[in-house]
């Protein structure tokens, strides 16, 4: 008798943990994240996540949406292999009341990505990877929506940036991968389209590769007079290095794109980077305003949920600050479309209008035929201060 | 008694087998002992060089297995070294982290990858999932999903090889986790997918892996290539891989090879077979013509021999050649044919004399037998008459020999006397000497009274071959011994009348002795034992 009442005891507590469970669950709206959060430098990963986190916990305590429902970051760790990106968006994909995914740093992940997303119809929110095909996918409906930097947008700031620093001849290192080659053919494009400015020389190189200097020689030897770099973290704190360990005369000024400061790249170069003229594109910088109520308040969440305590030390600052404001308006669009359903969130995307968000006012963020929240107007010249804080380059 | 009984029952043997040809007889017997030579000279030889055979097979063999197993461990290392060395190439790597585009560098180095001549293999790149990325080889290359590979290689981090494929086309699998420098793990894995066959079938093509040897590599317990040839059971020869890098070493990799000495010795078999059966033809060739050449004197000689026995003495000597044994057998001959010469001259001489000295004593033994007064006849055991002399033609009152003879005398002898003839005949010719009267009535009717002896007349082999009867003419004698039989009874008669007197005379002589004594006076005759007086 007793055991059969203990039977019945926890077949009752079972159902009422699955109906909970299940109550829990249909309560909640879910945002993915895949991104390289198994990379060892890479620091733009915890930045989206947290610029993620900070926004879902204003709306959340703000009452969520729908009415009330709340939203949930599920992460996926992509290590920055497109393969993974591409099953992890699949996995989430799988997730019931998951409304949309953003994805990480990297370039290549994201555009494997890109025919996922489109045949699953799972919008994609990017706040970091710049390649512009990863918008410009051809697929219609576009479920890519980016708010960040642009590679064609980067390679005119950082030319621009070049120019302005006297070096008409420039020489290109990139990676051997569809960003780098999306970077080269935005140069290509940029010089064709600008012949004040002469690419001399283009240099590939391989992810984990152990030296560069040759490449940066070849360069130099080349006549160039700036170095056009993409590169992410690694790659760029060991050209810093490199080019550090050189006479001062032979050190050329580097001209970054914004990959690296997807780590922590003081850090990584240490004293050198300081010794090299060395300046990063950038779309937002928390010191442009600091003592604002919105950066204060990013902070203090930023204190209460990450124990982050000064701006400095907002790692990857753009990263936090794109998916804050995408998150806000991935919020507003659910509002809008009234419910989870993916394709009426991706269209209401488009909807959006008005958000007044951390780094500027969206008129309307995304429109049917723009899928860019961003616009070249808000690309700048960005350098590192000895603290480590990324800091924006006035032009004089 | 006995061994002289064996050679002529041999020499017949092989005389109806070979006929009377000595040089066939030589030539077999040459062919015979050089066939045993052969055959005691191919017997060691066989062993030797059958051992020299396994011998030089078992060190060829452990040559061999040493060159197949190094050249398998080379080519098998190297590969692994190839693929160990490919998977931390920044390009694999770089390709895992890329994406769309990343064909233009990565099949061009996939596809720079170069096996030696005939080998085929595929080389993949392939992601954390086994999917491929790009392909060296293969246009739609599959996917490598095997739990065990993916576990190995991306949740530990280690290399992983398999044998895929069944006999004779098996293939190794070999697969390197890639390493990706930002993360320190694991993130694809390169594949490389080799047709073992190609390399097999290049050691054994080194080793002389044809049929004559038996190859088989296994790995642990399971066979996987085999060149076909037909397991040997003896003489094999395991070469293990003990420098097979890892991961190859976890396969158990063994070398089984086997030498087929059935071929060579096959070989050394026909060989032997045909050296002989030569030999046997060039000794036969040979034996003979050296026979017929070695015997061509002894025919010569018998040649000799049969002249002397057709025609006498040969008129010339044996031509004496050389100093061999028949050389000496032409001496000898002719000393023995100057010896046969110098005798035939002796006994022609000797003949001579003899011949004469018999006429003389045949004359002799005519005259006395023509002469003798009784007849002298020879009778054959018909009682025909086969000769007589002459007092015996006249005593049957023949005219001449040729009258009577060859004729049987029985019709001459009277009828009273024909059985007595012919029983004393037939005595004669079971070797008795016999004596018969008889009457026998001549050729004119004159009755005759006969006194025969007669003897057997034996031959040289002391056969009888015919009655010697000597016959005397005693028909006067019976008379005069008839007359003197009337003569002697008459004087027997006379006798018997005297001895009777003067037996009377004793026994009265004895009479008056007695009364003399009785008389007491000395006896007056004196008479000796047996009544005679003395």
Redesign the interface.
Known sequence: MKKTVSILITVMLACFCILNISFAADNIIYIGLDA?F?????TSDDAIKRGILIAIDEINRAGGVLGGKKLELIEKDN??????GV?NTKDLADVKNLVAVFCGK????V??TIPVIHQIGLPLLDPWAAHDKIIDNGYSPNYAFRLGLRDSWAIAAMMRHAEKKGAKRVGMLT????WG?GNHEAAQKYAAANPQITITNVQWY????KTLIDKYNALRKSGAEAVILIANE?EGSLLVREVASLPEKERLPIISHWGISGGDFPALTGTALQKVDFSVVQTYSFFDAPESEKVKKILSIAKRLFNIKELKDIKSPVGLAHAYDLTHILARAINIAGSGDRKAVRNAIEQVKDYDGLIKFYKQPFTDARHEALSPDDVFMAKFRADGAIIRIYDR | MTDKQNIKTSSGYFGRLFGASISTRIAFASVCIVMLIALLIGSVSHIFIRSYIMERSAVAMEHNAAFARQRLEYSLNAIIHDVSSMSGNLILSNALVDSQGRDIYILPFLKGYKMPEGITFALTLCDFQGMPIASGTKDNPPPYKKPEMLKQTLSKGLPYTEITGDPPNPNLLIAYPVFYGATNKPEGIIVMEICLKDIFDRMASTIGGDTRRSIRITSGDALIWTNGAEKEKNSVMIAKMPNLKEPLKGLNLRIELAERHAIPLRNLYVSFIVIGILTLALTIILSRAIAVRLTKRLVDLSEIADRITESGLPDRTVKVEGSDEIGKLASALNRMLEKLKASHDDLERLVGERTSALKERENFLRTIIETEPECVKLLNPDCALLTMNSAGLSMIEADSLEQVKGKSILPLVAPDYVEAFKRHVEDVFHGRHVTLEFEIIGLKGTRRRLDMHAVPLCNSSNEIIALLGITRDITHRKKTEEKLKDYIQEIERFNRLAVGREERMIELKKEINELLQSMGKEEKYKIAEGGKEV
């Open positions: 390289e198994g990379h060892a430098t890479s290590r920055s292999v497109p393969a993974r099953q990297f370039t290549p992940v555009l494997e990676p051997i991968t569809s080659r391989s992810w984990g590769e690694g």
